[in-house]
């Protein structure tokens, strides 16, 4: 198949949204149509559709950013409005605030999360505000920093938290990453500033009290529970996508330097839905050999280590670390042969 335009992109990212914004305004049956889109539908059609678009030629994209500040922006008004649904009088039955609730965190972490990642490597400065800011509000801000500073760094390597080991399962890497990636993107800011201006830690710190506190605001108890469950949700989807797309596989060492980052060093998917709705996340190869070039241009090859399924099952089947151990053992192995 072409390659991915930008409005193909636009509408397999913003489709899921629109629906979710129906089900907080009229609920009823729009609750489960979108419950239905996100969780199965999208499935279903990388099943039916399981072929890879062609790479760009045209490393230009001039509407490309448009995209993804439509998308933060929709993010960002997209939260509220979901917490006072779920959390709030809206008249929704306990099974519809549950649909909602999950509904709007996987599109927050499936869609919103690669919007937010694509702002924070693009050059222009309002943009990596308004990629920080998604991450802030969904409690989840030092990621705009660890990741561009320790994960693109350190990948497939100990000294990245988010790169998982081979034979980890994803619940122990869940608490070890969150953690280790906090820690590591602090030292990392103030080694950069050598004590010179403000670590953005204290404005992710300040942005998260005040979104729990605008929870407040809308639903009070029960709207900072349902932000912060949002927030959590939306993190353990980050870690379950980086779990998924650096599993085992290594960068080896020589003479006390580690190797460039290459192709061998990511999982991709080229399943052709998941990668138009996720802004090409599944190509993450050619994301860390070229941080710096837009979605649409990111391309593929055979010669990248590739997953058994598309990506947003493989976040599903690593929840069940017995069978994803056991399913990509040999898959780690051959990756370790490939770059021997």
């Known amino acids: 198949m072409k390659a991915l335009s930008v409005p193909m992109f636009a509408l397999a990212a913003a489709s899921p949204l629109v629906l979710l914004a129906l ?10 149509l979108a419950f239905a889109y996100i969780a199965a539908a999208i499935v279903v059609l990388d099943v039916v559709l399981p072929m890879a678009a062609e790479n760009a030629e045209d490393e230009e994209f001039p509407t490309a950013d448009l995209v993804l500040v439509m998308l933060a922006l929709g993010a960002l008004l997209a939260l509220p409005l979901v917490v006072w649904t779920v959390a709030g009088p809206s008249g929704l039955g306990l099974a519809a605030r549950v649909a909602l609730f999950l509904t709007a965190g996987l599109w927050f972490g499936q869609v919103a999360h690669p ?17 920080m800011a998604v991450y802030t509000v969904l409690i989840f801000g030092h990621h705009a ?23 980890e399962g994803f619940y122990r890497f869940l608490g070890r990453a969150w953690v280790g990636s906090l820690r590591a993107g602090w030292r990392a800011e103030r080694a950069l500033r050598k004590g010179r201006g403000m670590n953005p830690y204290w404005a992710y710190v300040l942005g998260a ?48 330097k580690m190797d460039p980052v290459a192709a061998g060093h990511s999982w991709n998917a080229p399943h052709l839905f998941s990668s138009a709705m996720m802004l090409n996340a599944p190509r993450h190869s050619d ?6 070039r837009p ?30 151990r056991r399913r990509m053992r040999s898959l780690v192995e051959r990756a370790a042969l490939a770059k021997a």
């Not at 994301?287 to 710096?292: D, K, M, S």
């Open 23 to 32: 089900a907080c305004l009229w609920g009823g049956v729009w609750v489960w």
């Open 115 to 131: 919007a937010a990642h694509e702002l924070i490597h693009c050059s222009g400065r309002g943009l990596v505000w308004l990629g």
């Open 145 to 167: 920093s660890a990741h561009k500073l320790v994960h693109h760094r350190f990948v497939a390597s100990g000294a990245d938290p988010n790169s998982a080991r081979a034979g």
């Open 209 to 256: 009290v005040a979104a729990l506190a605008l929870g407040y605001g809308l639903a009070g108890g029960p709207g900072v529970l349902v932000w912060a469950g949002l927030g959590f949700h939306f993190g353990a989807q980050v870690l379950v996508s980086d779990y998924v797309q650096h599993y085992g596989l290594v960068r080896r060492t020589t003479s006390g």
């Open 287 to 292: 994301h860390h050999a070229h941080p710096a």
């Open 295 to 324: 979605y649409p241009a990111l391309r593929l090859d055979e010669t990248m280590p590739m997953l058994p399924w598309p990506l947003p099952i493989a976040c599903l089947v690593a929840l069940w670390p017995p069978y994803w």
